[in-house]
């Protein structure tokens, strides 16, 4: 058999289960059924979040879990590969105090960094938000996308205004974002601010492009800020807009940022990870270097 077989060549054929009522009753039928939600947003805090695109948890987790994460994160910090091609390691140019560039770089993110430790795996599948995702996507499951863990270094950048959708153009638009308080989030470190607006409004930008004009379409008045406590959560839709200014203090500002999407509409981990090496070499790297860049 040639190498390129597809899989769909290589998938075999079963006879099919065609199980009776009785038999589906009985306890050794697991079949599909809705989970109960031990974590599920109320009727309310859905609604919110259909009408204005996020929706916030504060004291999701509880404190002892945030410091357990800044230990964590201060680990793989230290223990990070230097290779600058491991395409995992995103680093930041450090600002003087006039707001210049320096020569000094530093590690500003890890993306995806959940399978550095234990606790951040379990953070990643934790009840208390496939639960509370799953309440909006009607009782099924998320599946993880995306997860990245932003250190936000002292006096390094924030983020422009954009919609997470002009990063994953062609996947699902169920992708909804879980920012994860590691640290106090504040306006002078650079908290995450959000612009209400009904999700189902859609996308704004030039699709195939990373163009857009997401600024003409919101009300400067209606930014809502991030301000958080360790253990705080904040979900956000991918079409809702959203940006951080830039760490003004002399501390870390650490969030992790886990996307889902909802199962009915397929997994895509590792194809959006594909996805994203593409335009991170193309918007990183020269001609020259770019075949070195790698995830590993
Ligand atoms: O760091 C933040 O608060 C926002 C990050 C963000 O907008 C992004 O990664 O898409």
Redesign the pocket.
């Known amino acids: 058999m040639s190498s390129t077989a597809t899989a769909t060549a290589l998938r075999p054929t079963f006879a099919p289960i065609n199980p009776t009522l009785q038999q589906l009753e009985g306890v050794a039928f697991a079949r599909p059924r809705p989970r109960d939600l031990k974590f599920g947003l109320t009727a309310d805090q859905i609604e919110f979040f259909w009408a204005n695109g996020y929706v916030s948890l504060p004291g999701l987790f509880r404190h002892d879990e945030a410091l357990a994460w800044q230990d964590a994160a201060d680990r793989i910090y230290h223990d990070k590969l230097a290779d600058p091609f491991n395409a995992r390691y995103d680093f930041a140019t450090v600002k003087d105090d006039q707001g210049k560039d320096t020569d000094e770089q530093i590690l500003w993110k890890i993306d995806p960094f959940y399978d550095l430790d234990i606790v951040f795996r379990r953070a990643v599948f934790d009840r208390r938000i496939l639960d509370a995702l799953a309440s909006i996507y009607g009782g099924r499951e998320p599946r993880l996308f995306k997860d990245?863990l932003?250190y936000?270094p002292p006096h390094t950048h924030?983020?422009g205004l954009?919609q997470?959708y002009n990063w994953w153009q062609g996947y699902c638009t169920s992708l909804i974002s879980v920012?994860v308080s590691i640290d106090p989030a504040t306006e002078d470190n650079?908290?995450?601010v959000v612009y209400p607006r009904d999700p189902r409004d859609g996308y704004i930008g030039e699709l195939g492009t990373f163009e857009h004009k997401i600024a003409d379409a919101v009300d400067p008045a209606a930014a809502v800020k991030n301000i958080a406590k360790p253990g705080d959560v904040l979900l956000f839709h991918c079409f809702t807009p959203?940006?951080?200014g830039p760490n003004k203090t002399d501390h870390v500002r650490r969030?992790m940022?886990l996307t889902y999407n909802d199962s009915a509409d397929g997994e895509h981990y590792f194809s959006h990870r594909d996805h994203y090496l593409e335009y991170y070499k193309q918007g990183h790297f020269s001609d020259e270097v770019r075949d070195k860049v790698y995830f590993e």
């Open positions: 990245k932003i936000k924030g983020n954009h997470d920012a650079g908290c995450t959203h940006e951080a969030q940022f």
